[in-house]
């Protein structure tokens, strides 16, 4: 059929009506829908289903759908024909989900679908039912009979003999020996002694019960047309007057609330503990409703052929006002509350209705509100209602008449508007330009004199419980100070920063709360007449939401409810040191983003009545729920080096098996980890933030964020316990989600390396030390033998052949009368037995006093001898002989050689050179003559001869001074030719070169 344009346009206006007409009818609920705009495959919902993860699981013509609150996850599998139209029917322990089809059960474990054979495969594999027994049996309810699962096959369990006339709709236990079955048109009790006893339904001549449900100890029966209460084996009809229709589902929620769906008419809300037989509410969607389901966190969720609808119980309301900017909130005492606004009248909250003052007390005259905003509200005791604005109008309504009180008080250049009332002194106090005055009969009895400095004004005042009246004044920095018994005192312990329009407010137990703009809310209470104690600082450094502070207030309960320039959000003290915090997102529900201008008050009833710049509303405390459930959490893939892998998957399948939680071991090559995790959240303002924890430390969990993963580098070997908990900004955290794992160490920080680098690190010290004592041995052994070489040595140099021979020649010159040539003979002796004895006691001495030895020696020796013999010395000019050291008495024995067995057998004058040249790093050491040689004084072919000990003993020593300095001295003798065949010995050996310090 073609529809003309106004017929068109009429049936698209009656569709418009019809679609809002749902809100109008649901009066105590938000409502969201879903549809296929939100990712829902299918407009046709037919079921949903919450798992242990908080995840629901929407059941559609188009398939299965995953949604966390903010989007919808599609579940597709190759077996289309199959799941198509799958119903999901409970969660097993192992967190798999069993669904119903039309082709049979079937299980989902997440990745893929699960389907298990039959014993005996039925006529009919519609499943109806599908269910965890008491006993932990799964059954299935198919047409033809109930199945139970037995080692993953389907086997009948046979209830009733020749069953194939009945068809087995659902089965319910009613307790451990009896069960109720629905064969679609008669129920039946089944006991244990297998007597089957047909239900009656006097309602009905034929009724068709659709279905059985169960809440806790109540169960409901429904057809098409009623609702009835199953108990003591027969059926209670329920709200004959208000059902009258095709009933599609019931379902009792938590708060003792009946919902029944009733075809296209909607969903009735009944109190089904109260004797009330009338609908409380109702719910009027588009189309009709298969499903109801509550939520763990209150939810309300109705399925149906127009789509997915969550329903919220509304607990605030909201009135807009878009004349005139809306600024404080008052309590005006008997359930009147006054709303002040920025140049405009001030409203009475009535009937949720925002009333002009003027109208609601018959007020004739003019409101002076030019630039002026309602200031602050008192109420004295024969309950007039005093208002002060911040231009300095006083307004008093009495007997529904207002009056203008602004010019009644002339010592006031100015009235401020701050005023309060104190019952123990039945007196107003006002303030002004010069300070405070009580105010009794309309007149000034009193004036308190409080400013310090020009420029300072009062901003904020109140009388507490005990009769003080307190007040605050804007100056350099903050004047607190109260007033009693006509006495004014300062607090001189308490100075900050406070911006105008701060405020004090009291609670039933005795303190004083100051709220700033600037740094939150301080709670004090007096310690002495000018002194307070701050018992708590209440900022975003503690878990504030803000510290921009409008208003604060107390409700019954003493719950402190809190207006800030972020919204408004309540607390509750636990102790001295913490308090919980729910905020209350009010910005989709208010249609305002702009907080700047909120206060609150409490009526002394139930009800929180706040404003904005553009509104006034209120809250129902009672119906908010105070510590909100959290969102639970579950770490949701692993990815590890890059690969993503299933690790929960795995612990969770292979725990059972080993009876003991399963953790991943890993090498030290895979330390990289990017963790991922999700929570369910069904509220369209609130965000989920998370902290992470990676050790045993509870006050180390490090913030997050909204950002569902973490990144985790470089981690040390180790076992770890990743812990992740979530929250919204009104819940409390969640219980944590748990991966543990295990990083090895590199193979070289292994058990077994350490053990083989201690072997191998023992055994090579155990070497080194052996060696260390074989040397120290050795060179002990050098040192002693080396010591008994320089004895011998000087023994050899001071023999008694030498010594006599001196004497002898001594002995000569005296008897010959060469008495001069003695005594220089017997000094030079003298010398060199001194000089001997001296360098004998060192194992080093510089080069000039081995040359003086030389030179006495050689002296003395040519003296005696019946041929004399000339010498030379020659030293290398890059030898410093004061500052190079040698051994001592190495010399000496070559030349003693050269003396007596080269030179002494020539019978004629000869010569000895001695020259030490510098070579590289070393001192070549040379002793030369021109004696006979060694071939003509019978010397051995290694140089020595037997008798000539000393030149033995110098090669001994060097043989040592090499293997301590590690030089080779190289010790060689070589014959040279000279004149008339006489030949001549060179005698060459290499010292290392070493400077004294």
């Given at each position: ?351 949720d209705s925002l009333i002009p003052v003027s109208e609601n007390y018959n007020y004739r005259g003019k409101f002076k509100y030019s630039g002026a905003w309602m200031y602050s509200i008192t109420i004295d005791k024969e309950q007039r209602i005093w208002m002060g604005n911040n231009h300095g109008n006083i307004y008093r309504i009495n007997s529904n008449q207002i009056e203008d009180l602004s010019g009644r008080f002339q010592s006031f250049k100015r009235v401020m508007g701050a005023l309060t009332y104190n019952r123990s002194k039945d007196a107003i106090y006002l303030s002004g330009d010069t300070g405070i005055v009580k105010v009794r009969n309309d007149s000034i009895v009193k004036n ?162 706040f404003t904005n710049r553009y509104g006034a509303g209120y809250i129902e405390c009672d119906k908010v729920v105070e510590n909100v459930i959290p969102p639970k959490i579950y770490i949701s893939d692993i990815s590890i080096a890059d690969n993503k892998v299933n690790w929960m998957e795995y612990c969770r399948l292979l725990t059972p098996f080993f009876f003991t939680p399963v953790k991943p071991v890993l090498p030290f090559s895979l330390n990289q980890f990017i963790i991922s995790y999700t929570s369910a959240c069904y509220s369209d303002a609130d965000e989920i933030y998370y902290s992470y924890n990676m050790n045993d430390n509870d006050s180390s969990w490090i913030f997050n964020g ?40 590199p193979w070289y920080r292994t058990g077994l390396f350490y053990g083989l680098s201690i072997v191998i690190c023992g055994t090579g010290l155990i070497f080194y030390l052996k060696r260390r004592r074989d040397q120290f041995a050795l060179k002990l052994k050098t040192q002693q033998h080396l010591h008994e070489l320089e004895q011998r040595l000087l023994r050899v140099q001071m023999n008694p052949h030498f010594i006599f021979n001196s004497l002898r020649s001594i002995n000569e010159y005296i008897q010959s009368h060469k008495t001069i040539l003695a005594s220089e003979y017997l000094i030079q002796f003298s010398k060199l037995m001194r000089a001997i004895l001296e360098n004998s006691r ?156």
């Amino acid at each position: 059929m073609i529809f003309h344009t106004p017929y068109r346009k009429v049936l698209f206006s009656i569709l418009f009506i019809i679609f809002h007409f749902q809100y109008l009818l649901a009066q105590h609920y938000d409502i969201r829908q879903y549809g296929v705009s939100d990712g829902l495959p299918s407009a046709s919902v037919y079921s949903v289903f919450q798992d242990s993860r908080d995840f629901l699981w929407i059941s559609g013509q188009d398939g299965l759908s995953k949604f966390d609150g903010k989007k919808f996850q599609n579940i597709s599998s190759d077996e289309t024909d199959s799941i198509s139209n799958i119903d999901v029917a409970f969660e097993d322990s192992l967190g798999n989900l069993w669904g119903n089809t039309i082709y049979g059960p079937y299980k989902f474990d997440g990745r893929r679908f699960i389907n298990y054979p039959f014993q005996n495969k039925p006529r009919n594999l519609w499943v109806t039912q599908q269910f965890i027994t008491k006993n932990k049996k799964i059954w299935v309810t198919v047409g033809s009979g109930i199945y139970e699962l037995q080692n993953n096959v389907w086997v009948k369990i046979p209830f009733i003999k020749n069953d194939d006339l009945v068809f087995y709709n659902q089965v319910v236990e009613l307790d451990d020996n009896r069960l109720l079955f629905n064969f679609r048109d008669s129920l039946c009790v089944y006991d244990k002694y297998q007597n089957l006893n047909r239900i009656i339904c006097n309602e009905e001549l034929f009724p068709v019960f659709k279905s059985v449900r169960t809440f806790n100890s109540e169960i409901f029966v429904f057809t098409n047309k009623r609702v009835y209460k199953f108990k003591n084996d027969s059926l209670i009809v329920i709200y004959p007057d208000e059902i009258n229709g095709f009933v599609s589902d019931v379902y009792l929620d938590r708060s003792g609330k009946l919902w029944v769906a009733i075809g296209s008419q909607g969903v009735k809300i009944f109190d089904y503990y109260s004797s009330n037989q009338k609908s409380i509410d109702k719910i009027i969607i588009l189309g009709e409703v298969y499903d109801i389901m509550q939520d763990r966190y209150g939810n309300m969720w109705l399925s149906g052929n127009s789509g997915l609808y969550r329903l919220t119980p509304r607990y605030i309301h909201f009135i807009a006002k878009p004349k005139g900017l809306i600024c404080k909130v008052f309590n005006a005492g008997d359930g009147k509350i006054i709303i002040g606004r920025i140049e405009g009248e001030p409203f009475v909250f009535r009937d949720d209705s925002l009333i002009p003052v003027s109208e609601n007390y018959n007020y004739r005259g003019k409101f002076k509100y030019s630039g002026a905003w309602m200031y602050s509200i008192t109420i004295d005791k024969e309950q007039r209602i005093w208002m002060g604005n911040n231009h300095g109008n006083i307004y008093r309504i009495n007997s529904n008449q207002i009056e203008d009180l602004s010019g009644r008080f002339q010592s006031f250049k100015r009235v401020m508007g701050a005023l309060t009332y104190n019952r123990s002194k039945d007196a107003i106090y006002l303030s002004g330009d010069t300070g405070i005055v009580k105010v009794r009969n309309d007149s000034i009895v009193k004036n308190f004199s409080v400013f310090q400095n020009q420029g300072e004004y009062v901003n904020a005042m109140n009388t507490d419980y005990s009769g003080r009246t307190w007040f605050c004044i804007e100056s350099k920095t903050a004047i607190v100070g109260y007033i009693k018994n006509d006495s004014v005192f300062t607090v001189k312990n308490f100075s900050i920063k406070l911006f105008s329009d701060s405020h004090f407010y009291f609670d039933s137990s005795g303190y004083t709360y100051i709220t700033t703009k600037t740094q939150g809310v301080f709670k004090i209470h007096l310690i002495t007449s000018d002194s307070i104690k701050i018992d708590y600082h209440f900022s975003t450094k503690n878990g504030f939401i803000s510290n921009l502070i409008n208003a604060i207030d107390f409700d019954k309960s003493g719950r402190m409810w809190v207006a800030s320039t972020s919204g408004i959000f309540s607390i509750r003290i636990i102790d001295s040191l913490h308090y919980n915090v729910s905020k209350y997102n009010l910005d989709a529900l208010t249609g305002v983003t702009d907080w700047s201008l909120c206060y609150l008050v409490f009526d002394g009833s139930n009800r929180i009545y706040f404003t904005n710049r553009y509104g006034a509303g209120y809250i129902e405390c009672d119906k908010v729920v105070e510590n909100v459930i959290p969102p639970k959490i579950y770490i949701s893939d692993i990815s590890i080096a890059d690969n993503k892998v299933n690790w929960m998957e795995y612990c969770r399948l292979l725990t059972p098996f080993f009876f003991t939680p399963v953790k991943p071991v890993l090498p030290f090559s895979l330390n990289q980890f990017i963790i991922s995790y999700t929570s369910a959240c069904y509220s369209d303002a609130d965000e989920i933030y998370y902290s992470y924890n990676m050790n045993d430390n509870d006050s180390s969990w490090i913030f997050n964020g909204t950002s569902n993963k973490v990144s985790l580098i470089n981690l040390a070997p180790g076992n770890y316990v990743f812990k992740v908990h979530s929250r919204t900004a009104n819940s409390p955290w969640s219980k944590a989600a748990i991966f543990e794992f295990k990083i090895n160490p590199p193979w070289y920080r292994t058990g077994l390396f350490y053990g083989l680098s201690i072997v191998i690190c023992g055994t090579g010290l155990i070497f080194y030390l052996k060696r260390r004592r074989d040397q120290f041995a050795l060179k002990l052994k050098t040192q002693q033998h080396l010591h008994e070489l320089e004895q011998r040595l000087l023994r050899v140099q001071m023999n008694p052949h030498f010594i006599f021979n001196s004497l002898r020649s001594i002995n000569e010159y005296i008897q010959s009368h060469k008495t001069i040539l003695a005594s220089e003979y017997l000094i030079q002796f003298s010398k060199l037995m001194r000089a001997i004895l001296e360098n004998s006691r060192q194992k080093e001495i510089v080069l000039s006093k081995e040359i003086e030895v030389l030179e006495l020696y050689m002296a003395l020796e040519s003296q005696r001898m019946e041929h004399p013999f000339s010498y030379s010395i020659e030293i290398d000019p890059e030898i410093d002989p004061e500052n190079t050291l040698i051994p001592p008495m190495l010399l000496q024995p070559i030349v003693e050689n050269s003396i007596w067995h080269g030179l002494a057998p020539r019978n004629k004058p000869g010569k000895i050179i001695i020259r030490v040249k510098k070579q590289n790093e070393t001192i070549q050491c040379e002793v030369e003559d021109n004696g006979i040689g060694r071939e003509v004084s019978s010397i051995s072919n290694n140089g020595l001869k037997a008798e000539s000990h000393g030149l033995k003993i110098t090669a001994e020593r060097l043989g040592i001074i090499e293997q301590i300095k590690k030089i080779e001295t190289n010790l060689k003798f070589r014959d040279l030719n000279g004149d008339n065949n006489f030949t001549g010995l060179n005698v060459t050996f290499t010292l290392p070169f070493e400077e004294a310090v």
